[in-house]
């Protein structure tokens, strides 16, 4: 279980290196564009809020990966506890989003659905 749990908080975290791509670098772009759904006068007039937002995906992501490594080199205290701070954030960002925007259902439960079944399994495998 424990394998199982750091591979889905693992691809989370990798869904959110693509969101930070998306709106740090690429927000802008056409391909960003049609992934949000914005114009180019919106995009352009959120650019630095969806910069900074880019971030903080970026650095939920950041937490996962070192968690997921110290648990690999034997540290399994503290790498789990970074991959459940920053699963954590991800599924409650997944379900504020699921929350304040019903029309975004589905990518909410992208957001929060694989690191939420990823801290159950951790938390599982901690337990067992």
């Known amino acids: ?71 690999a080199t034997g540290s399994d205290v503290v790498g789990l506890t970074l991959v459940l701070a920053g699963a954590g954030c991800m599924a409650a960002a997944g379900l504020v989003l699921l929350v304040s925007s019903p029309d975004k259902a589905s990518a909410a439960a992208r957001q929060f659905v694989p690191p939420l079944l990823g801290i159950v399994l951790l938390v599982l495998a901690r337990l067992g």
């Not at 670098?25 to 880019?54: C, H, K, M």
């Open 1 to 71: 279980m424990l394998v199982a749990g750091l591979v889905l908080t693992g691809l989370a975290a990798a869904v959110h290196v693509l969101v930070w791509y998306l709106e740090s670098l690429a927000w802008t772009g056409p391909r960003a564009r049609a992934v949000f759904g914005t114009s180019p006068a919106e995009a352009e007039a959120t650019r630095e809020l969806a910069f900074n937002q880019g971030f903080y995906n970026l650095f939920l992501a950041v937490l996962v990966v070192l968690g997921t490594v110290l648990v």
